[in-house]
């Protein structure tokens, strides 16, 4: 039985049981370094590498995006600003909350741009949208990764904002799921976010319906 | 049977002959049940369609899990050093029981009486909500399938979408009456609106949430979710406290493993690509999510069956529900005959396992065995096998002179020997004489046969034996052919 210390929780007895008896049941020791080696023996023969070209892999990922109701704009660095304004001026949005780090040459002139500091959840609801750049993009799935690094913020302000407009660079974007996630290997413990088009449910009756929690309206620009 | 009345616990619950008698009647269900799954099994069809290594996947997905259950105490000792060196609190729960005392004390550690909660079939599985409620705390659920069936008063029928066996106007009747929306329409989109509206207010102001967990990765000490609406990262990343619930089959070794699951998953649960969101989160970050992370690794009987060479793949299960989906049984009876959170073919496999055959006996018997749920399954369990190994183990544990087996000796008896063999093919057409009857063509029936034969029966009806057989047929013709 659990008991309290200090206002934790004991579970040393619970987990020296289960312990055991998965030993029990496997009936034999594990040692490490064979665990290693029958894991790098596990086939993997399925795509791990991109087959497409690059300006097919774009297209990919522009009808990817498409298919979940994302709208997808293309421009090259110089265009970004300009493009921002026109999104957010069709959008109607304004107050608009950033990550630190977010590139100022992308931010146009009229809006209200608010770089985030830690504020609570119930104020990042008083924000008509959100700007944040992206770490990757999988254009088989039509997935965009978020982390948490500069210029892509904490995981609550791409979340509670009713809009999300999300630069993705092309040089990020990658063909394959396996591609992915090898690129973030190296950071794989920072708070890591995948969304593909706005939130949505299938819960009733199987409909896809567009927009439950997290943002209903989302914009990318692809950038490059 | 009454959902609204009690819960879905295979100790109590009916067999699963008696409820799907009862669900069998419910045309409004089935025919709710059906539209479901077959959606969900052509977009699933149309996604996989499109893969053209899915089956190297499958493969992959099935070495993966089945090397973890091999290395299963080392894994989660891994994940539990670096899930604690990144700032997370790991928790051991040997039952169902344990699990619930721990989450309730650090729900009460807190310091709150309410907790938004993540849809998770772990915590449904050993009814979380009643013991949370009878400690004072409310559990608000916040996917949409879940919420529909927590203010319904009703249980999961699903794996992947539990409130499937409702339609869009039963839900706005649950929604109307609970939330108090007299003027809710009944579009998809009103109900998601209405939800939103109703869950907001709470993400913003619960302060502890509890969650399920797909992945628990070893290598890094993260965890991953996957989810549609958002209202599972709302839960990982408002409140202060994060309590993560997770059966010790959900470890997986290494974050390359992903590549794979994260394929694997979503095209065989929704028939989606990849789910709208995915999250990983390791520990517990410095101004970016809950302050507080715990995870609780609970057994509740899942080393039993890891001690079954046979039934042990049933642990490689990654919680999609594909095999539901594709189940002539299923789609015909829905979830709830099952008696148990886990439905369909893995449920009736998992579910007697995970009951050690105290009860639940029935379920393995609920299927035609006709491997729809074997082609389809992402990490390629053989469900038709284990379902035959838990039935001879059902079998063997009514002892040597049950009916079945008795009757089963006795056949072996008369196959042996041909004499016998011919004296109980004449003896059976003597027998069946007083039950045949005749249809419009002349042709025999019999509808109703007495004991243990009424199983056949029951459901169909046999046709009378032939007036002789082919080896008297061929005796008969004599030498010339004729």
Redesign the interface.
């Known amino acids: 039985m659990a008991t309290e210390v200090n206002g934790g929780i004991d579970s040393s007895v619970a987990r020296t049981e289960v312990l055991r008896r998965i030993r029990a049941a496997n009936g034999r020791p594990v040692e490490g370094a064979n665990v290693a080696e029958q894991w790098s023996g596990i086939q993997r023969e399925y795509q791990r590498s991109a087959t497409r070209s690059r300006e097919e892999i774009l297209d990919l990922l522009e009808d990817r995006l498409h298919d979940y109701d994302a709208n997808v704009v293309r421009t090259d660095e110089s265009g970004i600003a300009a493009t921002v304004a026109k999104l957010l001026t069709e959008r109607g949005r304004r107050k608009i909350v950033i990550p630190p780090g977010l590139n100022p040459a992308w931010l146009p002139e009229g809006f209200d741009f608010v770089v985030d500091e830690g504020a609570p959840s119930a104020e990042l609801d008083g924000f008509e949208g959100v700007m944040t750049a992206s770490t990757s993009a999988i254009a088989i799935t039509g997935s965009v990764i978020l982390q948490n690094v500069p210029g892509q913020g904490r995981r609550a302000i791409s979340l509670i904002p009713d809009y999300h407009l999300c630069f993705v660079r092309v040089e990020d974007v990658v063909e394959t799921v396996p591609e992915a996630i090898a690129g973030l290997k190296e950071r794989s413990i920072l708070p890591t976010t995948f969304f593909a088009g706005p939130s949505a449910t299938a819960d009733i009756e199987m409909t896809r319906i567009k927009g439950v929690h997290g943002p209903r309206f989302l914009d990318i620009i692809l950038v490059g | 049977m009454n959902p609204a009345t009690t819960v879905l616990d295979p100790k109590t619950s009916p067999t699963f002959p008696m409820a799907a008698r009862a669900t069998l009647e419910d045309t409004q269900l089935r025919k ?1 049940v059906r ?2 799954t077959e ?2 099994q052509n ?1 699933r069809a149309r996604v996989v369609g499109e893969m ?2 899915w089956q ?2 499958r ?2 997905g099935r ?2 899990r089945q ?1 973890t ?9 891994e994940f539990e050093r670096n899930c604690t060196r ?1 700032g997370g ?1 790991v ?4 039952d169902g029981e ?1 699990a619930k ?2 989450v309730t ?2 729900v009460k ?1 807190s310091g709150s009486s309410e907790v938004i909660k993540i849809k998770s079939m772990t915590t449904e599985e050993i009814h979380l909500n009643l013991t949370l409620e009878a400690a004072g705390i409310r559990a608000y659920e ?4 879940e919420l ?1 069936i927590q203010l319904g008063n009703d249980q999961p029928s699903h794996i992947v ?1 539990p ?2 066996h409702k ?2 106007q039963q ?1 706005r009747e649950i929604f109307q009456r609970e939330m108090n929306l007299p003027e809710l329409g009944e579009k ?2 009103d ?3 209405a ?2 509206k109703f ?2 207010e709470k ?2 102001r619960v302060k502890t949430a509890v969650s399920g967990a797909n992945y628990l ?1 070893a290598e ?3 965890v991953c979710i996957v989810e ?4 599972g ?2 839960c ?3 409140p202060d406290t994060l309590i993560t619930i997770a059966g ?1 089959d959900k470890v997986l ?4 493993d ?3 699951m ?2 694997l998953l ?1 095209r065989s649960a ?1 028939g ?12 517990v ?1 410095e ?3 809950p302050k507080n992370f715990h995870v609780v ?1 609970m ?1 509740n009987a899942r ?2 069956v ?2 079954d060479s046979e039934g ?1 793949q049933t642990l490689n299960c990654i919680r999609c529900g594909a095999c539901q989906n594709a189940c002539p049984v299923y789609r015909q009876t829905g979830g709830h005959a099952y008696g148990s959170v886990y439905a369909g073919p893995i449920g009736a496999i998992l579910t007697p396992q995970l009951q050690q055959l105290h009860h639940a006996q029935t379920l393995p018997y609920a299927s035609s065995l006709c491997g729809a749920c074997y082609e389809v399954c992402p990490v390629k369990i053989n469900i038709p096998e284990v379902l035959i190994h838990l039935r001879n183990k059902v079998v063997q544990q009514k002892g040597p002179l049950n009916p079945e087996a008795l009757a089963m000796k006795t056949a072996g008896a008369i196959f042996r020997s041909e004499s016998r063999f011919r004296a109980a093919q004449r003896l059976g057409r003597f027998a069946e004489t007083p039950l045949i009857r005749r249809d419009g063509n002349g042709d025999g029936w019999i509808g109703w046969l007495p004991g243990l034969l009424g199983g056949w029966t029951q459901v169909r009806d046999l046709k009378e034996m032939p007036k002789e057989t082919f080896r008297e047929w061929w005796e008969k013709r004599g030498s010339r052919g004729n």
Do not use: C
């Open positions: 709710n539209h479901a959606v969900i977009k053209p290594d190297q996947l493969e992959s070495q993966i090397h259950m091999d290395n299963l105490d080392f894994y989660l000792e990144a609190q928790h051991w729960a040997r344990e005392r721990i004390a650090l550690a916040t996917d949409l399938a529909i979408v409130a499937l339609n869009r839900i998809p989109q109900l998601a609106d939800a939103r869950l907001r993400f913003l990765i890094t000490g993260g549609s609406e958002g209202n990262r709302m990982l990343t408002l010790i070794p290494r974050f390359e992903l590549e794979v994260l394929q979503p929704t989606e690509r990849m789910n709208p969101y995915n999250s990983i989160w390791t520990g970050r101004g970016d999510g690794l057994d080393t039993e890891l001690a042990r």
